[in-house]
Every structure is written in structure tokens, then in C-alpha cells.
């Protein structure tokens, strides 16, 4: 809407100059072919009379345009432009972007008829003198590009024609930035009149927006966050403090974060979103349900399930005051019960549950969330006939769905087989692992969970004994994985550490030395150097150089498994025990490769001395 808006304001002052008719210049006769039967002279110029008639149709044209309103009156007003504009008229080109921007809005047109309309309305723009590639462009010639760009970009987004798309919005927004009220360059380029004349920060927003979408469903989902982050700033500019769409704002990126599992980021941007809408809307608005029922999710993810309880027992009472029913308060009470089974009261989860199957039609999706849910808590209680059975149920429901909504089904697929492992069977979760990795690799948006399910395939097969099936789907989870979340990301430090374990297995030592030096130091970032987690992978790596028989190195990482393990005092007892142990053991072969004259050289004194006194405290303990 603002995007639309933005064109109106930039047709106003456009659409008012009169159609530039050149005067004929006479023809030099030399440079010409022979003409018999048509006259040597020029033809008389146009009488000013002419210039002014067809000066008062092209406004008229103009003036119908800009009044119309729907869809079948702008393509009447558009048509009747056409035909009174010169095709390379920069005023024809901003009809294109205004008529464009209707017909993606409304959908009353193909995105293919849209971007036809963006690549005439760029022809047109690129083409003029003063283009906003050149040095002399105007902040409007600057602005209006942008637009075409981002309308090109949104079209083909919707084609599917991603990396199309993200070259057009990139280019968009390289034009935008500079004109942002907080670039000095604006002005300075502009002027101080031309630059306070237009707000450009809509336009920046919607192009930011459209690049958030677009590097998600390339599954670039750190740039996208980026993104996301310049939305909201550009929003706070724009927007009064206590404007509801502002807390909307602060909503969207809170969910965006909890969909990469960053919810500590997450947390603070929904409290924030709560505490808007409270002010604004109420305690007992629906938006603060909405709210309250995304802090239940997030404090689910950072395993405090009694506040995330709590949230989302307040945002079921805010729904069923306000008489909201459907399917958005049978996903809460849903959420609940997963948060009850979490807590370890499978059976108030159970009773909830059925009472959700009851409102729900035989065959349908949440039915199928209901299954995997109540499977949930009777696999927490060690019921695995009738986990199974629940299974059973939920994955009829779902196979019936998969071509009316493949992501949701392949999403649920996943939970499944990890219920199936619950239960010891591997290959029933291997199969839906593989199943919902085929269905994934054709929805382009989903590529961000591509890594994920080819990483827990991976793992199965190499907690299964089938490591050399293993080893190529933990080596394409690591590629995806760091295109979607970024190389520092904490999960591709687990599938690292995974393809160490996998190299090991098949005898590859100096493989496995490499990943497994490669998932500490993402640990080492992600989780910090004295997670648990972390001092394993350390511990790996001290293992690899000990197969490879680079005891020095081997001693090294042992040394630093050792201290970590000390640093988590008598909670660590075993852990430390069994590190000193291992320490032991390579220093022992060590020790016996070594001649006298370079003996001095593998073991430190100081090394030596400091896990004989860990020795003795933990033999002592």
C-alpha cells in the first residue's frame, strides 16, 4: 500500500508536463536514396495548434489514469495512455509501475503480466538521459528505478524465479540507501528540497521486506534475519511509538528468530511486542493472545515450560473471551499439551488431547498433530505399542495431505520419526526422514530444512552401523546448513562433529581430525569452550591425532579436555576421571615411540605435573 502510494506521488507531479514533440529537421538529399515519386522537401512543421491539441488528449489521458480506481478502469485508462505516449515517455513508464503494483496487490493479473509491465517500465527509465544511473539523476528518477526494480523482483519472486529476484532487489535497494534520510550523501546529492519532498523510507522497507522473502526461500535464512532487522528499524522511523502495526512488527521478527531456534534473540522482541500492545490495545486484546501464545513458544524453546505454561494458558483465556474458535485455539491447546509432556504430565496432556479430537474432522491436518502429540506422551511413559499405533494414525492422515500441503506434512514427517526412534525404529525413521527430504527438495522456500533432515538422516544411518551411506548426507547437510544459518551456526557444529565420527569409522583419521577441529571452533563461538558439548568435541579431536599417532597434538587437546572438565567442579567428577585416564594412555605411547635424545620434547614438565595432581584429587574424592 505504501509502495502504491509512493507511485501516486511520484505520477502527480510527472504526468503534467506536455508530450515533447520534436521538429523535423530537413533531410540532407545526399545521404538518401533517390526518391521518384515523393517530394525533395521536408514536410511542414506541425502547426502549434496540433502540438496543444495533442497536448490536452495526452493530459486527459493522464488525469483518467490517476482517477481510476479499479482494476477494469485502470487497464481502460492504461490502454488510452498507450495509445497518446510517445513508448519511451518516462511518464508511460511510472503508469507501468503504478498499474503493476495494482495488479500484483489484487492478484487480478499472472506475475508474468506484472513483470512484463517492470521490465517496460526499466526499459523505459534505463533508457532516458538522466537515468538514475547517471550523475545528474534527480531524487525522483533515483526513486522511481527503485520502484521498477522492486516490482521486477516481487514478480519474479512469485515466479519462482528466485535468484532473478534478489538481482533486481539488490539493485533497488543500492539505489534506496543512499537516499535515506540518515545518509549524509542524500542531501548532498539531491538537495536539501528535492530530498524533503518524497519520503523514500516506505520504499526501502518494501524492498527490505521482499529481500527477507526472497533469501528465505533460498534458504539464506542470517541474511534474511538482516534484513528483517532493517525492516524494523525503517518501521521505528516511520511509525508513532505506539502504533499497533509497530508491535506487529516486533512480533514477525521475534517468530523469525524462534524459526532458526535463536530464541533468546526472540524473547526480548516479543516482550516488547506484548508490552505495545497492552498499552495500546489491552490486556485482553487479541493481539496480546497472539503474543502471549508466541512467548509460550519461545519459552518452550529455552526449556522453561512453567512461564511457557503460563503464557499460554492467558492468551487461551484472552481467545475464548473474545469468542475466538477454529483452528488457531485447537493449535494452542495443542502447544499446551506438548508444554504438559515436557513437564512430565502426560497424562493432563492425554486428556487434552482428546478433548481436541473431538472438535476436529476425522481426516484432518490437526487430527494428525493431534496423533503425533498424544504418541509424545505415551512414549514418555514407555508405552510403545501404542506410540506406534498413534503413529500409524497420523501418518494415514498426513500421506493423504502431502500434495495439499507438502511443507506442513513434510515438517510433521520429521516429528514423527523422531518419535519412531523413541521407540527404537530406526528404519521406520530413516524411511520418513528420506520421505520428507524428497518432498522438501521440490518446495523452494523450504530450503533452510533441507540441512536439518539430511543431518538427522546422517546420524541415524551412523548410529545404525551404516556409516558408508552415512557419510554423503552429513557431508550435504554441512553445505546446506552453512548457507542457511551461516558458518557459525551451533547445528552445523553437531553434523561437524557427526562427519568426524563417521571418518573414524572408516578409518579417514585425518578427516575426522579436520571436522572435528572445525565443530570446536564453532562450539567454541556458538556455545562457548566450556559447554559440554563442546569439551566432547575437544575430546574427539584429542582422539583423532591419538589414531593418527600425533600424540604431541593429541596430548595437547587431552590437556584441554582435562581443565574444562576440572572447571565444572564435583558435578564433573567422572567426566574429569575419565579424561585424566585417557591422558594417561597417551602419554604411555607417547612415551614408548620416543628414543632418549628427543624425550624432552613430546611431554612438558609443567603438563605432567598439573594432571598427576588431577590424579590424585579425583583417586582421593
Known amino acids: 500500500m505504501a509502495l502504491r502510494r509512493a507511485a501516486s506521488l511520484l505520477l502527480r507531479p510527472r504526468l503534467r508536463a506536455p508530450v515533447p514533440i520534436p521538429t523535423p529537421k530537413t533531410p540532407n538529399p545526399l545521404l538518401l536514396p533517390p526518391r521518384r515519386h515523393f517530394s525533395q522537401l521536408p514536410p511542414p512543421p506541425v502547426p502549434a495548434s496540433a502540438a496543444a491539441a495533442a497536448a490536452a488528449v495526452a493530459e486527459e489521458a493522464e488525469e483518467a489514469f490517476e482517477a481510476a480506481k479499479g482494476t477494469k478502469d485502470l487497464l481502460a485508462a492504461f490502454s488510452r495512455l498507450e495509445a497518446v505516449m510517445p513508448p519511451s515517455d518516462k511518464r508511460l513508464a511510472l ?40 550523475t545528474t539523476a534527480s531524487h525522483s528518477d533515483a526513486v522511481s528505478l527503485a520502484m521498477a526494480l522492486h516490482l521486477a523482483g516481487s514478480a519474479s519472486f512469485d515466479l519462482s524465479r528466485f535468484h532473478d529476484a534478489l538481482s533486481f532487489l539488490t539493485r533497488s535497494l543500492r539505489l534506496v540507501s543512499p537516499l535515506l534520510p540518515s545518509s549524509s550523501s542524500a542531501a548532498a546529492a539531491f538537495g536539501d528540497d528535492d530530498a524533503q519532498g518524497f519520503d523514500v523510507r516506505p520504499v526501502a522497507h518494501a524492498v527490505r521486506l521482499q529481500l527477507a522473502n526472497v533469501k528465505t526461500a533460498l534458504g539464506r535464512r542470517e541474511e534474511a534475519l538482516a534484513d528483517m532487522r532493517a525492516c524494523l528499524d525503517l518501521k521505528e522511523s516511520i511509525l508513532p511509538p505506539g502504533s499497533r502495526e509497530l508491535g506487529a512488527a516486533y512480533r514477525d521478527l521475534a517468530e523469525a528468530y524462534s524459526t532458526v531456534l535463536d530464541f533468546k534473540e526472540a524473547l526480548p522482541l516479543c516482550e516488547k511486542a506484548l508490552e505495545l500492545h497492552q498499552s495500546t490495545l489491552g490486556k485482553n486484546s487479541v493481539e496480546v493472545a497472539h503474543d502471549r501464545r508466541l512467548l509460550g513458544v519461545i519459552y518452550t524453546g529455552l526449556e522453561q515450560h512453567e512461564q511457557a505454561l503460563q503464557q499460554n494458558e492467558m492468551s487461551q483465556k484472552v481467545m475464548k473471551s473474545w469468542g475466538v474458535a477454529g483452528d488457531e485455539l485447537l493449535h494452542a491447546e495443542i502447544d499446551a499439551a506438548n508444554i504438559k509432556i515436557a513437564l512430565g504430565k502426560c497424562d493432563e496432556a492425554v486428556t487434552v488431547l482428546r478433548n481436541v479430537s473431538k472438535q476436529v474432522e476425522k481426516d484432518s491436518e490437526i487430527r494428525a498433530l493431534v496423533f503425533i502429540s498424544m504418541a509424545k506422551a505415551l512414549a514418555n511413559q514407555e508405552k510403545a505399542g501404542d506410540t506406534k499405533r498413534c503413529l500409524e494414525i497420523a501418518c494415514d492422515i498426513l500421506e493423504k495431505e502431502e500434495l495439499a500441503a507438502p511443507d506442513k506434512v513434510a515438517e510433521a514427517y520429521v516429528e514423527v520419526s523422531s518419535l519412531y ?74 553434523v561437524y562433529n557427526n562427519l568426524g565420527a563417521a571418518y573414524m569409522e572408516i578409518g579417514r583419521p585425518q578427516s575426522a581430525a579436520q571436522m572435528f577441529a572445525l565443530a570446536k571452533e564453532v562450539m567454541d563461538v556458538s556455545l562457548g569452550p566450556h559447554h559440554s558439548d563442546t569439551i566432547e568435541a575437544c575430546q574427539s579431536l584429542a582422539n583423532a591425532y591419538n589414531a593418527m599417532g600425533s600424540y604431541a597434538l593429541a596430548m595437547e587437546f587431552q590437556k584441554r579436555v582435562v581443565d574444562s572438565w576440572r572447571n565444572h567442579g564435583p558435578s564433573a567428577r567422572d567426566e574429569l576421571k575419565e579424561a585424566i585416564r585417557l591422558y594417561e594412555q597417551i602419554k604411555i605411547k607417547a612415551l614408548s615411540c620416543l628414543s632418549p635424545e628427543n624425550s624432552a620434547i613430546a611431554l612438558p614438565e609443567p603438563l605432567e605435573k598439573e594432571v598427576d595432581s588431577d590424579s590424585t584429587r579425583v583417586a582421593q574424592q
Open 95 to 134: 503508469a507501468c509501475i503504478k498499474l503493476g503494483q495494482h495488479l500484483e496487490a489484487s492478484g487480478a493479473a499472472d506475475p508474468s503480466r506484472v513483470l512484463a509491465l517492470a521490465l517496460r517500465s526499466l526499459g523505459i527509465l534505463e533508457a532516458t538521459p538522466n537515468s538514475a544511473t547517471s
Open 421 to 494: 526412534e523413541m521407540v527404537n525404529e530406526f528404519d521406520k525413521a530413516i524411511s520418513l526422514l528420506k520421505r520428507s527430504l524428497g518432498m522438501l527438495e521440490r518446495i523452494p522456500q523450504a530450503q533452510h530444512m533441507e540441512g536439518n533432515v539430511a543431518a538427522r538422516i546422517g546420524w541415524l544411518l551412523l548410529l545404525t552401523g551404516k556409516v558408508s551411506e552415512a557419510v554423503p548426507y552429513l557431508e550435504d547437510a554441512v553445505e546446506r546448513m552453512k548457507d542457511s544459518f551461516g558458518p557459525k551456526h551451533y547445528g552445523v557444529g553437531y
